[in-house]
């Protein structure tokens, strides 16, 4: 088992820090809609599947000023987490979950049970997911030593073994040897801070390399497969990913190495038919000009801070999803696994 990145106990919201790792392992506690929408917004809790949860449980805690809770509550809660982060998917469909019980139960009193039980769920389902995506996907990697990863999409993302680790975790449960190698991902280090961290701490092997290093070590022939995750897909399998995502995606296919996908059928957006038209996140500048305190950019210069980029289906060798796998993904493959 991974580390539990979230909980919800004693009516509060319990996050891994995930700005805090690896230097330290801190518990936050949410006890607010409004500090759980900092919490996913300074990326306390991050990771697609993850960001749903959270703020399904945001839900729960949502009440008036007085202290009361109330329908009305519970719709200005949902409107307002829904601000938090533009681009992962997973937000909007576990609130829109959590929408949907709102307008369904007539009893105000019996709200706040109905609403805890939806956010449990989703929570319980996204469990089952981590399993069944790291089923399918050891299938694919099954004859594979070295995975090249780009981001965190492991239990820091999700609620256990994540989507695009849980592969490697079902392999190395089963004592197949495989080692993962993993991209810094700047500009706020997922991959080096949080993927190393998880991965050693289920002894799994890990080396991190700076994100300039990934053409390289495929050039060299070294790395068997890459295996990322997603915080959206459009319905034509275009997916939107921690930025870098994109060139590693050439990359791989310049040198003939799969790339997979792997991501939950709560990511997908059949909503959008491609992927130019999924909302691209832009950060602050002082991510990249003066991370950690340090002032690496002069004041003079302007920054460009977008946390995603998206990369074509035709660059995907196959998109993994906790109900099956795509090879070579279209929106007609897509709709069919998915019963769109």
Known sequence: MTTQTLAFNNGCLDLIDQTRLPTELVTLRCENVEQTFDAIQRLVVRGAPAIGIAAAYGVCLACQPDGKRSRQSYLDAIEYLAKSRPTAVNLFWALDRMNAIVDSVDDDDALPDRLLCEATTIHDEDRQMCRDIGRHGA?????????????????????????????????????????????ETRPLLQGARLTA????????????????????????????????????????????????????????????????????????????????????????????????????????????????????????????????????????????????
């Not at 989507?163 to 975790?169: D, G, K, V, W």
């Not at 959206?232 to 930025?243: E, L, M, S, T, V």
């Open 139 to 183: 299938e694919l990697l099954a004859d594979c030593h070295r995975v090249l990863t780009h981001c965190n999409a492991g239990g820091l993302a999700t609620s256990m073994w994540g989507t695009a680790l849980a592969p490697i975790y079902h392999l190395h449960e089963s004592g197949h040897a495989i080692e993962v190698f993993a991209d």
């Open 197 to 340: 961290w998880e991965l050693s701490e289920a002894g799994v092997p890990v080396t991190v390399l700076t994100d300039s290093m990934s053409g390289s070590l495929l050039q060299s022939g070294q790395i068997d497969a890459v295996i990322v995750g997603a915080d959206r897909i459009a319905a034509n399998g275009d997916a939107a990913n921690k930025i870098g995502t994109y060139p590693l995606a050439v990359l791989a296919r310049y040198h003939d190495v799969p790339f997979y996908v792997a991501a939950p059928s709560s990511t997908f957006d059949r909503a959008l038919p491609s992927g130019d038209l999924i909302p691209i996140e832009q950060r602050g500048r002082d991510e990249v000009a003066n991370p950690h305190g340090v002032k690496l950019v002069p004041d003079a210069a302007n920054v460009i801070n977008p946390a995603f980029d998206v990369t074509p289906a035709d660059l995907i060798t196959a998109i993994i999803t906790e109900r099956g796998t795509v090879a070579k993904p279209c929106r007609e493959k897509l709709a069919s696994l998915l019963q769109w």
